[in-house]
């Protein structure tokens, strides 16, 4: 039992944003998209008028049967909305099912199946043009956030139905269920309480305390179906801090909107960080007045974190990097300075929370986990999610006493610093670590926008390289490059829009892998 269990009275989703306005009625959310849900409020909203927003959105839920304990799948085009959408669900006691709208229609209709005739939010283009005639039949209602289609309930149809008050589920209830990554195949619905969430948000709370003593603007482009978003949310508007929500992650526009609101911080998946290193050569200065960078999901390159570090004008900068996972939330952390060379090991992720998270890594052969024969990672924490939706053997498969098995490689230092080397199944037999060697490759390729190593059909490492706007890759700079690295084949170069992600922009490598694999053949 670690310590955030003492006092964890549970977060209460559905009242978040009427908890900040009590205190910040006047402070600001700035959007770079419209809403569907209400696209009257513009781009500046308050958080008073976006907590009446929510109230007004479970009102109308409420009108259309939707009951605690129900549980509503939200499956529409991109945008915040499906954020508050979640909160509303939960407010009146029923359990939002976020669904990532990359996901296709084919495998959405299998996770409908296995959550049982839930409620559908959705809108008429994913009904049009990605799931199929069943969706209807596997949802007990439709209900459309935008457009028209056949017998779906509109929502602005239930505009004005008379306020309800908020429901209080137990703390231990199931308040949020959101899916993992799916890069090894379909998602798994990850099934989060009040009490696992605010065990994630304590812990990130009290880091982010002493270096934000002073209102900062935060920007913020995190997969709007992922829990990291709730936890990110609730510290930034329980302090009172400007909130920029981004859809878009696009370089150009990014710099747009940075230039003008001049975040303090930035808070975003690692890929888009690494499509935002150009920004650093930016007149404006779009990253001039951030005092901190956010990275939860993924460790990150070294090279990115060194060139957005030195775009900062502020006193001292830092780099915050968070290694967790979906079902557990963040478990490591480590912060960077600009003292950090772009040279430096990127697999280092950091330290466990004391007394709030453990680490260990076992042994994959009964010999001592180390650099050249990395166990396997685990991890304990009361942020656990305490299922996978209809499939609890799965998850059980993946707990031994308490701890946790990531899925990932690696090794612990004497101090306890976590070494992260590979995912279990990316492991390339004598190759050493695919991760550290991708790191190098961007160290010494300055325009390398993505590289994924990965084995070929005949086991050799292939590496999948993308450049910035798609310029041809330099052969005589790569043999350079890939010189004391372990042997790899010939390089294959693809436009970045056709690797495989996932909701947060992870590469899904098995199935590129696999589409390598049937070109080849």
């Given at each position: 039992?670690?310590?955030?269990?003492?006092?964890?009275?549970?977060?209460?989703?559905?009242?978040?944003?009427?908890?900040?306005?009590?205190?910040?009625?006047?402070?600001?959310?700035?959007?770079?998209?419209?809403?569907?849900?209400?696209?009257?409020?513009?781009?500046?909203?308050?958080?008073?008028?976006?907590?009446?927003?929510?109230?007004?959105?479970?009102?109308?839920?409420?009108?259309?049967?939707?009951?605690?304990?129900?549980?509503?799948?939200?499956?529409?085009?991109?945008?915040?909305?499906i954020t508050l959408l979640a909160l509303a669900i939960a407010r009146i006691g029923a359990v939002p099912v976020l669904l990532?709208?990359?996901?296709?229609?084919?495998?959405?209709?299998?996770?409908?199946?296995?959550?049982?005739?839930?409620?559908?939010?959705?809108?008429?283009?994913?009904?049009?043009d990605e799931l199929p005639a069943s969706g209807f039949e596997l949802a007990t209602g439709v209900l459309l956030t935008s457009g028209e289609y056949g017998d779906a309930r509109q929502l602005r149809a239930l505009a004005g139905v008379p306020r309800v008050e908020p429901v209080r589920m137990p703390a231990d209830h199931p308040t949020l269920i959101t899916h993992t990554s799916g890069t090894t195949g379909i998602p798994k619905l990850a099934v989060h309480t009040g009490f696992t969430l605010q065990a994630r948000y304590r812990p990130q709370a009290l880091i982010t305390r002493p270096i934000l003593l002073k209102r900062e603007t935060i920007a913020i482009h995190v997969s709007f179906v992922h829990s990291r978003l709730f936890t990110a949310l609730a510290i930034s508007l329980y302090r009172g801090f400007p909130i920029v929500v981004m859809v878009d992650d696009d370089p150009a526009r990014a710099a747009d909107l940075f230039a003008e609101v001049r975040p303090g911080i930035l808070e975003a998946h690692p890929n888009s960080f690494m499509a935002w290193e150009e920004l650093a050569d930016d007149p404006r200065g779009p990253l001039t007045y951030v005092k901190l960078f956010s990275s939860t999901f993924d460790a990150i390159h070294p090279r990115t974190v060194h060139r957005l570090l030195h775009a900062s004008k502020r006193r001292l900068p830092l780099w915050g990097q968070l290694y967790g996972q979906s079902e557990i939330g963040p478990t490591v952390v480590r912060a960077y300075t600009k003292r950090r060379s772009p040279n430096a090991d990127g697999r280092c992720v950091g330290m466990a929370f004391p007394g709030m998270t453990g680490v260990r890594v076992v042994s994959r052969d009964g010999k001592r986990p180390s650099k050249d024969n990395p166990g396997y990672v685990e991890i304990r924490s009361d942020g656990?999610?305490?299922?996978?939706?209809?499939?609890?053997?799965?998850?059980?498969?993946?707990?031994?006493?308490?701890?946790?098995?990531m899925g990932d490689v690696g090794y612990l230092t004497r101090l306890g610093c976590l070494?992260?080397?590979?995912?279990?199944?990316?492991?390339?037999?004598?190759?050493?670590?695919?991760?550290?060697?991708?790191?190098?490759?961007?160290?010494?390729?300055?325009?390398?926008?993505?590289?994924?190593?990965?084995?070929?059909?005949?086991?050799?490492?292939?590496?999948?390289?993308?450049?910035?706007?798609?310029?041809?890759?330099?052969a005589k700079a790569w043999r350079t490059a890939v010189r004391g690295l372990p042997p790899m084949a010939d390089p294959v170069q693809l436009r970045h829009e056709e690797l495989p992600q996932t909701a947060t922009t992870k590469v899904k490598r098995l199935e590129l892998a696999r589409w390598l694999g049937d070109r080849a053949a």
């Open positions: 039992m670690f310590l955030q269990r003492v006092g964890n009275r549970g977060i209460r989703l559905g009242e978040l944003f009427d908890r900040a306005a009590v205190k910040h009625p006047t402070n600001v959310l700035i959007f770079d998209h419209d809403l569907d849900v209400a696209p009257e409020l513009g781009r500046r909203s308050t958080v008073a008028e976006v907590a009446d927003l929510v109230a007004d959105l479970a009102s109308r839920l409420w009108a259309a049967n939707v009951r605690p304990s129900e549980r509503v799948v939200v499956y529409k085009s991109d945008g915040f909305d990532s709208p990359k996901l296709d229609g084919g495998t959405v209709a299998e996770l409908l199946r296995r959550v049982g005739q839930p409620h559908l939010v959705t809108d008429q283009a994913k009904l049009t656990r999610v305490v299922t996978y939706l209809g499939e609890q053997d799965r998850y059980d498969a993946q707990l031994t006493d308490g701890w946790w098995r070494h992260l080397l590979d995912r279990e199944v990316d492991v390339i037999d004598g190759f050493g670590s695919t991760l550290a060697v991708e790191d190098t490759l961007f160290t010494r390729l300055p325009e390398l926008a993505e590289v994924i190593i990965i084995p070929g059909v005949d086991g050799r490492a292939v590496p999948v390289v993308c450049t910035k706007n798609d310029v041809p890759l330099d």
